[in-house]
């Protein structure tokens, strides 16, 4: 409000008009009514019009929403092809939708569980961003080694009924509580970081040749 910057929905849209795009609204079930309301006129309609009253054309992209309200109907996580007559019986039911809503959508698609090697996956990626900022620590020079049993570990650990971030929260946690144990009772800067298991953690000072 009294900003006269273009909305960078507006922005993207106005710049991509003529080839189009993807446009992602998440969670829509969490939007407040007037949000929803231009959400359904660009379905409806084809286009938004911004707080100058100008129309932005959204004919050429492709929009995406999702919500999490069905979790207790489906809990799990990811996506696959699903038959479109779930708006009728566990989508409306679960995000609120009138029918009317529901049916400008051209398709619903429902959420499957992801597997073991997937978890895995976002996992390793978890550990190794958390590595990423732990090695930056000012004044510190760490290094870390990992094997794959403790990823393993890790996903079976993570309460996933909470959702994907539980893995990259739990990863996060059992690498840097071990390390901020560490060095809160020792002064030492040049660390390696062995982590075999979660039960089983290795920190130790990393000395020269001519410490040796």
């Not at 479109?84 to 619903?108: H, I, S």
């Not at 990626?125 to 004044?139: H, N, P």
Request: proline share 1%; charged share 30%; aromatic share 8%.
């Amino acid at each position: 409000i009294g900003s006269d910057q273009t909305p960078e929905l507006i922005k993207y849209i106005d710049e991509n008009s003529e080839e189009g795009g993807v446009i992602l609204f998440e969670e829509i079930d969490k939007a407040d009514t007037e949000c929803l309301n231009i959400f359904m006129r660009m379905l409806d309609e084809g286009e938004i019009i911004s707080a100058k009253n100008i129309p932005y054309s959204v004919k050429n992209f492709i929009i995406l929403s999702t919500t999490n309200m069905s979790a207790h109907h489906v809990n799990t996580l990811g996506f696959s092809s699903a038959e479109n007559d779930v708006r009728e019986t566990m989508v409306k039911a679960t995000t609120g939708m009138k029918k009317e809503q529901l049916a400008r959508f051209n398709l619903v698609v429902e959420y499957e569980d992801l597997t073991k090697e997937d978890k895995m996956k976002l996992c390793q990626t978890a550990i190794d961003e958390t590595i990423y900022r732990l090695i930056k620590i000012k004044g510190y020079n760490i290094k870390f080694e990992y094997n794959y049993e403790i990823i393993s570990q890790i996903v079976d650990k993570a309460n996933t009924s909470f959702g994907v971030r539980e893995i990259k929260k739990q990863a996060s946690r059992e690498i840097s509580q071990k390390l901020a144990e560490f060095i809160r009772t020792h002064s030492e800067k040049d660390l390696i970081v062995k982590l075999n298991s979660l039960e089983d953690a290795e920190i130790k000072v990393n000395k020269s040749k001519d410490e040796e």
